[in-house]
Nanobody, 122 residues
Framework: EVQLAESGGGLVQPGGSLLLSCAAS????????MSWVRQAPGKGIEWVST????????RYADSVKGRFTISRDNAKNTLYLQLNSLKTEDTAMYYC???????????????RGQGTQVTVSS
């Protein structure tokens, strides 16, 4: 059973930064395409970013492009999301999840962890 545990969220002012981490276990992390998704209060789940197995290819939602950076450390079985230039509209619960297959496959939403809350407010 896939286990994913997100951390690093918190309260930050607009323009601030956070580094989210996702510790993976019980599957071969280095062979899994991984993603970050988020869910704002009262809204559906929104895809944020995806990274390939080696970390050499990444893609982002237009809403975060240029501000967020996804990365991974396969030796540590850990996925990261660097959040910069945060906006109030970035407030959400952030989740990491496996993809169902290759780099362009769907995100396996049920595989996501418990999430980490990011609140952007002055």
């Amino acid at each position: 059973e896939v286990q994913l545990a997100e951390s690093g969220g918190g309260l930050v002012q607009p323009g601030g930064s956070l580094l989210l981490s996702c510790a993976a276990s019980r599957f071969t992390f280095s062979r899994a395409v991984m993603s970050w998704v988020r869910q704002a209060p009262g809204k559906g789940i929104e895809w944020v970013s995806t990274i390939n197995t080696s970390g050499t290819s990444t893609r982002y939602a237009d809403s975060v492009k240029g501000r967020f950076t996804i990365s991974r450390d396969n030796a540590k079985n850990t996925l990261y999301l660097q959040l910069n230039s945060l906006k109030t509209e970035d407030t959400a619960m952030y989740y990491c999840a496996k993809n169902t297959g290759d780099y362009y496959s769907a995100v396996d939403i049920p595989s996501r962890g418990q999430g980490t809350q990011v609140t952007v407010s002055s």
